[in-house]
């Protein structure tokens, strides 16, 4: 029983002067007089309610009483029922909602929705650092130079910036990086043979990344049109036909030459015929069985690449790419180029564009048991940016859906600008 001994102590709170009596009880419930005038004096009764509390704000677990299982169980069975909270009082649905019958049916899958635990409990489709690779474009100078139509992205210097931006990446989980070359165009020749040139900048950049941090995964592409005068993918004879085979003997040596430097993933982007099989071959022969073959299996020739050959200074001289990259109307045609690169010996096969292109990442996901890589382009980035700039889209959970969109198509790594950004998102760091 609690002790009748009473503590009676003035209290000042502000202008509000009132007597307080506590119970000796450890467990206390204030009931307050109906008001308080200021500078009146005023009595606060205190009750014991929350017994067996371990403290008196009653916010701790209970205390135990010191009781077996059996003494619990025979005072159930006595009717000494503990007490518990009483079951919550039903919402009130607001003034003028009609009273309607429940629907009759069975399924309502909103059940399955109605909190965030639920929710998450059966999401299907999660994204994380390591799902993402990082674009990154580099050249020759020391300082880093912004891309005008892709904000907040820049050419960075090879020995600087990109060391800096690498480790912002690795900081957040993103540990899987792409190189892209701005190349000085006195060295672009008709034959891109600065392709590979094993002391040119990706060779150099990538043996400079992987002394620093071994671990990292360094993606290259593999293509001629940094290189080429023409800004195409392949060598072009007079008559404007981009040469195929002639291209592919370039390709080999580039990809061996990105190989030799410790490229973990050559990515032949060129949409050359016979290309894979060709590197592959190419690799072996010089002892690079352990490095990977992304091809890019599904690229389209897309409008979407703008602000890329404006980062890059790499757009066509004259023309366009449609007799070697594919045509954005067909479906189809990404099962022919699926099942050459298989048999060739693609390690990852890669769609671009993404999210315009879901239909096509869900088809090689659904036709192939490869890795299916989706490249989220620059025209996508700058449009999300642009939107979020502007106020009409919420930025980052645009960039965050778009990304979790193409993972849920079928992507199991997603190229994108966004990397760094989202990387950051995902591991709740503040912008």
Partial sequence: MASTAMLNSPCNIGAVKFEVKVNSSPNLLCTRSSSIRLNQRRVFTIK???????????????????????????????????????????????????????????????????????????????????????????????????????????????????????????????????????????????????????????????????????????????????????????????????????????????????????????????????????????????????VSIMSYTAKYASSFYGPFREALDSNPRFGDKKTYQMNPANYREALVELQADESEGADILLVKPGLPYLDIIRLLRDKSTLPIAAYQVSGEYSMIKAGGVLKMIDEERVMMESLMCLRRAGADIILTYFALQAGRCLCGEKR
């Fill in 48 to 290: 014991s309610s929350n017994e067996g509390r371990d403290n008196e704000s009653g916010s701790g677990p209970l205390r135990k009483m010191g009781l077996t299982d059996e003494e619990c169980e025979a005072a159930i069975v006595a009717g000494k029922v503990p007490e518990a909270p009483p079951v919550p009082p039903k919402p009130a649905a607001p003034a003028g909602t009609p009273i309607v019958s429940s629907l009759p049916i069975n399924r309502r899958p909103r059940r399955n929705r109605r909190s965030p635990a639920v929710r998450a409990a059966f999401q299907e489709t999660n994204i994380s650092p390591a799902n993402l690779v990082y674009p990154l474009f580099i050249h020759e100078g020391e300082e880093d130079t912004p891309i005008g139509a892709m904000p907040g992205c820049y050419r960075l210097g090879w020995r600087h910036g990109l060391v800096e931006e690498v480790a912002k990446a690795r900081d957040v989980g993103v540990n899987s990086i792409v190189l892209f070359p701005k190349v000085p165009d006195a060295l672009k020749t008709s034959t891109g043979d600065e392709a590979y040139n094993e002391n040119g900048i990706v060779p150099r950049a990538i043996r400079f990344l992987k002394d620093k941090y071994p671990d990292l995964v360094i993606y290259t592409d593999v293509a001629l049109d940094p290189y080429s005068s023409d800004g195409h993918d392949g060598i072009v004879r007079e008559d404007g036909v981009i040469m195929n085979d002639e291209t592919v003997h370039q390709l080999c040596k580039q990809a061996v030459a990105q190989a030799r430097a410790g490229a973990d993933v050559v990515s032949p982007s060129d949409m050359m015929d016979g290309r894979v099989g060709a590197i592959r071959t190419a690799l072996d022969a010089e002892g690079f069985q352990h």
